[in-house]
């Protein structure tokens, strides 16, 4: 893939995306018709080489994006980039709405708050 085919690429993904998303089209369908717009322009590609690509950038996409977030990295770049960043930055697979890590933080705090009311209320009542 050359970087000219993989912005055409990029770009009617982004252009099909919404008909994935709402269900009117299935994945395969939308590869199979991106492979025919991207031979229209003399780029000869499969529905299955697309399906890999779709993936393969997503994987950098997510890889950038998470070195990014990561406190004290240097901020790395990519050429497509920003193109996928319009395309999937507000995806649940990149944006989780909460993680294990948070979740275990509030049921430890819980946690030591009930013990600390009842070592308490022993003082107290006690």
Not at 20 to 26: A, H
Request: glycine fraction near 2%; proline fraction near 2%.
């Amino acid at each position: 893939w050359a970087k000219n085919s993989t912005e055409m690429f990029i770009q009617l993904y982004a252009d099909y995306e919404p008909a994935i998303v709402s269900g009117k089209l299935k994945q395969k369908t939308i590869f199979e018709k991106i492979s025919g717009r991207l031979a229209e322009n003399d780029y000869m590609f499969s529905a299955q080489q697309c399906a890999s690509k779709l993936m393969a950038l997503k994987r950098m996409y997510k890889k950038i994006k998470d070195h990014n977030n990561t406190s004290g990295n240097d901020r790395q770049t990519w050429q497509h980039y920003d193109q996928m960043h319009e395309i999937f930055s507000k995806k649940p697979w990149m944006k989780p709405l909460s993680t294990l890590s948070s979740i275990q933080t509030v049921n430890h705090q819980q946690s030591s708050f009930r013990v600390a009311m009842k070592i308490f209320q022993h003082v107290i009542f006690n």
